[in-house]
């Protein structure tokens, strides 16, 4: 199964480019990267997902390596409602379907 | 508005005793999933069900049971065999069984021993 890896914990300037890293070099030809934020005791939200290309969305730009073990997700410029904790999650698919393991995240603090 | 509700927000149980958590979802998505949380801990898989009648052990479905009957509804039993059921609960959906669907979440049930 892939795996990922990321940093327990991250700071940030508001206003400034947060750039969080993450790791997956077990990670299958056809399986995607998803990131999620998580803000305290609520569910995770969606932030953007991709296969080999770089993504953007209005929330944030998805840079994946050219060798897909690695990624890093870019919030542009950071505010103080960004502070959550961030996940790296790739997909893993069986006979009975797609699981979705999260690992323990980027706890990012954003701070004035 | 379409989302996923998770019921109820807090819920205690006593010792021994089974509890069931509700999740609903409006979306139409196909697959339903369910994930503990620990205080500062990442989400652990515990069940997932891609289409309705069938649903799929995750990593720690040991003291749990769920149901799928109806496509909208996906409830978890927590039994009195999980011996330590204090947790965050989470509840997701997504639309498809490929690898490109993303997950909805609910806002999630806090459960408490008494």
């Known amino acids: 199964d892939a795996k990922t890896t990321q940093p327990p914990s991250m700071d940030c300037a508001e206003g400034r480019a947060a750039n969080l890293p993450c790791n997956h070099s077990?990670?299958?030809?056809?399986?995607?990267v998803y990131w999620y934020r998580q803000i305290h005791s609520q569910g995770p939200q969606y932030i953007i997902h991709?296969?080999?290309n770089n993504e953007t969305n209005e929330m944030a730009s998805l840079i994946i390596t050219e060798d897909r073990k690695s990624s890093t997700l870019i919030l542009p410029h950071a505010t103080l409602r960004d502070t959550a904790v961030y996940y790296c999650i790739v997909r893993v698919a069986t006979n009975a379907g797609n699981m979705l393991t999260f690992g323990g995240g980027t706890r990012l603090m954003v701070k004035p | 508005d379409g989302g996923i509700t998770q019921s109820p927000k807090y819920l205690f149980r006593k010792e021994g005793q089974n509890v069931t958590l509700s999740c609903e979802q409006n979306?139409?998505?196909?697959?339903m999933y369910w994930y503990r949380q620990d205080p500062g801990q990442g989400l652990r898989l515990i069940y997932y069900?891609?289409?309705?009648?069938?649903?799929q052990k995750g990593d720690i479905a040991e003291g749990y049971s769920v149901s799928r009957e109806k496509k909208e509804s996906f409830p978890l039993t927590v039994t009195s065999a999980q011996k330590n059921p204090t947790a965050f609960y989470l509840c997701?959906?997504?639309?498809?069984?490929?690898?490109?669907?993303?997950?909805?979440f609910g806002s999630g049930t806090q459960l408490s021993v008494l």
């Open positions: 069900s891609q289409i309705v009648n069938d649903f």
């Open positions: 997701a959906s997504s639309a498809a069984r490929g690898r490109r669907e993303k997950l909805f």
């Open positions: 991709g296969l080999k």
């Open positions: 077990t990670i299958s030809g056809n399986e995607y």
């Open positions: 979306l139409n998505h196909d697959a």
